[in-house]
């Protein structure tokens, strides 16, 4: 038998930003207790709104199964005496039990034999666990903020204001911070007057709350949302300029959203696109508009309410009338910020602090002309000087207005400012580029000079970071090096930069002078093994199997657009019969050489062909030697392709010396040149991939590569 639980926790208005975190937090706690109590499950289903939290368990057990448990008493060396009678031992242990002496058995354990009862323990009800549970799993949860309201100094996301809870239609009672579970929710606070709704199944909650003016699924909202939007854009003659965070941010601020449009002077499109849409999104949360032909942004908006829009004239002017004040004030910025040239804010920003133990903005600045000039002469970038120019000027527009109110608009002012100063476009794009991306799915500058100062800033954020020790430690990464670091790979790679990470690693490094506390060498230890942890990230981000990347980034990993032309070269060959072979063959020689204790990583010992015993040993070596020059010549023009055929096509002679000779012969200069031989087999394909890491694709299923 099973039963449906269903609890609604109401509160007071829960910040949007902490909701999917809440409910992801309150499934996985309940899912928890519920196993550890035995007490089976089928699902959990989790919805909310900025008022309510609720949670749905369809098919719950109605109790736990029954169990037996052994209860030890005392060792049988002290239960009975002499003649084999209890001792006071035996008999007070069957009274506490409730048995008689007769009913006690003999088990063994691992301190000997033992005297102990079996007892059988019924399970409980899932009334009475949940009566316990549910009180302590809301206590347990945990937010960014919290707040205490009443006298027991309970701790939650806001004050709660009621809770519904019904198991198999019963109210299930429990109390927390003075309230008590009941059968009743509310609807929507103005639209429904905050009514009171008696509830007795989830189904019958489903079409109550709908009728009170509250969709209490976020899926069903946004829903609603897109399609009030894209109606009123179409109204308009327009299409709203997608924004994937703002809807996700309405859809968790709103119980009944609706949509209403609104329109701004056209004169405020004298502002760039960029301040106005910022304007509406960040202060306002409005969605703005294009010209559905032209993509010219229009002087309307979209604003998602919690209304039926029954009162839609007054909310429109309300939210006209504030954002008229708002584009003054951006107004009033562009035209002061443009008073004053990006050159002669650049030595304020010596009074600007980066980080308390790297120093100011005009240090970072002074770092970030050098370093890109380091890039522009290692890319062979036509105009460097403009480059360095960008470079100096890229963090000015930290001390203008504009920046100072909208923080998500540093950089994209600074290329505005300077392209209305009339400097060059390569210097203006490259500023206007340089904090791209913000995350691996967003694009990279589209420019080489917005590339490579993108890399740079990062690079001077993350490796000063690792030279002063602020190294991330688990889920913690206050300075975002992480997605900073994620951000480098991703230019890289989209812009095809052959780049070296040590180089630009120790060319970053020696640029700090006597602020870093760390070594170059325990800084690049650390800082590698970072870098290589946020490259398998990459890589598989761009569909790449955890065996082909391994295999790659094991080896060689300096270069990233390097690892990514050899990912795609195994991706490729790997569905090979010969080189699925030769893998695993070179798997089995990886595990000899290893359990021989031979160090894979020790220089060059030449392999004596005197000591040769067998025609498969000699073919081999001759192999080996003939492939050299060949595989130097695919690495030199970067043909990987080449490089895993000519590998794959060692598979007869592998094959053949692993079927003809034993390896761990008795003679030991024998075996040692055998071991030395294979050594310098997996040698030779090292600088390309360590295929031993190659896993054989299961011969039913289908294999994708790569995505390319």
């Known amino acids: 038998m099973t039963l449906e639980l269903f609890l609604e926790?109401?509160?007071?208005?829960?910040?949007?930003?902490?909701?999917?975190?809440?409910?992801?937090?309150?499934?996985?706690q309940l899912a928890k207790r519920l196993t550890e109590c035995a007490l089976g499950f089928d699902a959990i289903h989790c919805y909310a709104t900025p008022r309510r939290l609720v949670f749905v368990t369809p098919a719950l057990a109605a109790r736990q199964a029954d169990r037996t448990e052994l209860v030890t008493g005392p060792p049988k060396s002290a239960a009975y005496d002499t003649s084999g009678n209890p001792t006071a031992a035996a008999r007070g242990f069957a009274a506490k039990q409730g048995v008689g002496v007769e009913s006690l058995k003999e088990v063994q354990t691992d301190k000997g034999v033992y005297l102990a009862i079996e007892r059988r323990i019924p399970g409980r009800s899932a009334g009475q666990i949940l009566s316990q549970e549910l009180p302590l799993l809301l206590a347990s949860l945990s937010f960014p903020k919290s707040m205490r309201w009443e006298p027991s100094r309970f701790l939650f996301v806001r004050p709660i204001r009621w809770m519904l809870c019904r198991l198999q239609g019963e109210v299930l009672p429990f109390n927390v911070a003075g309230v008590t579970a009941d059968g009743f929710s509310y609807g929507h606070r103005i639209l429904a007057k905050n009514a009171q709704i008696e509830v007795n199944s989830f189904e019958q909650y489903q079409s109550e709350l709908l009728n009170h003016k509250v969709r209490f699924d976020a899926n069903d909202r946004r829903a609603a949302v897109e399609s009030a939007l894209a109606a009123e854009a179409a109204a308009l003659g327009a299409r709203v300029i997608p924004d994937r965070s703002l809807l996700d941010l309405v859809v968790n601020l709103n119980e009944y959203p609706t949509v209403v449009s609104g329109r701004f002077d056209p004169s405020f499109l004298r502002l760039p696109k960029e301040v106005l849409v910022t304007v509406m999104r960040e202060h306002q949360k409005y969605f703005s508009l294009v010209d559905a032909r032209e993509a010219a942004l229009m002087p309307c908006f979209l604003a998602v309410v919690d209304s039926d829009g029954s009162h839609a004239a007054l909310i429109r002017a309300g939210h006209e009338r504030v954002l008229r004040a708002r584009l003054a004030d951006a107004g009033f910025f562009w035209d002061l910020d443009r008073k004053v040239k990006l050159e002669d804010r650049v030595e304020k920003l010596g009074r600007v602090v980066f980080q308390q133990k790297l120093g100011t903005m005009l240090e970072k600045t002074h770092r970030l002309v050098s370093l890109t000039g380091y890039l522009g002469r290692n890319s062979k970038l036509e105009n460097q000087g403009l480059l360095k120019d960008a470079a100096r000027l890229c963090k000015s527009d930290l001390i203008t207005e504009m920046v100072k109110e909208f923080a998500d608009l540093q950089g994209v002012m600074g290329g505005l400012y300077a392209e209305a100063e009339g400097l060059p476009t390569?210097?203006?794009?490259?500023?206007?580029?340089?904090?791209?991306?913000?995350?691996?799915?967003?694009?990279?500058?589209?420019?080489?000079?917005?590339?490579?100062?993108s890399i740079a800033d990062r690079l001077d954020s993350v490796v000063g970071?690792?030279?002063i020790g602020q190294v991330p430690t688990g889920s913690k990464d206050p300075l975002a090096l992480r997605r900073q670091t994620l951000g480098i790979i991703k230019v890289v790679l989209d812009q095809r930069l052959s780049l070296s990470m040590e180089k630009l690693f120790f060319r970053s490094f020696s640029l700090f002078k006597r602020k870093a506390v760390r070594t170059q060498s325990d800084t690049w230890q650390d800082f590698s093994s970072f870098l290589k942890d946020r490259l398998r990230f990459a890589f598989k981000e761009l569909g790449f199997r955890y065996d082909e990347i391994n295999a790659v980034v094991e080896t060689r990993f300096d270069n990233p657009c390097d690892c990514l032309e050899r990912?795609?070269?195994?991706?490729?060959?790997?569905?090979?019969?010969?080189?699925?072979?030769v893998a695993q063959g070179f798997k089995r020689i990886k595990n000899i050489l290893q359990k021989s204790g031979m160090d894979l990583s020790a220089e060059r010992q030449e392999v004596d062909s005197s000591l040769f015993e067998s025609p498969e040993e000699r073919?081999?070596?001759?192999?080996?030697?003939?492939l050299r020059p060949k595989l130097q010549r695919a690495l030199r023009r970067r043909s990987y392709t080449k490089a895993f055929e000519l590998m794959a096509a060692l598979r007869p002679t592998i094959d053949l010396f692993f079927d003809q000779v034993l390896v761990m012969a008795e003679d030991q200069r024998v075996r040692l040149n055998r071991l030395n031989l294979l050594r310098e087999l997996l040698r030779v394909f090292f600088n390309i991939a360590d295929v031993s890491e190659i896993v054989p694709v299961p011969k039913e299923g289908s294999y994708v590569g790569a995505s390319t």
């Open 9 to 28: 926790v109401g509160c007071e208005e829960i910040p949007a930003r902490f909701i999917d975190g809440t409910l992801a937090q309150f499934r996985e």
């Open 426 to 453: 390569a210097v203006c794009r490259a500023i206007y580029e340089h904090y791209r991306p913000q995350t691996f799915e967003d694009a990279s500058p589209e420019t080489c000079e917005g590339g490579l100062l």
């Open 465 to 467: 970071a690792f030279a």
């Open 567 to 581: 990912l795609r070269a195994i991706a490729a060959i790997r569905s090979s019969a010969d080189f699925e072979a």
């Open 619 to 626: 073919r081999l070596a001759e192999a080996v030697e003939a």
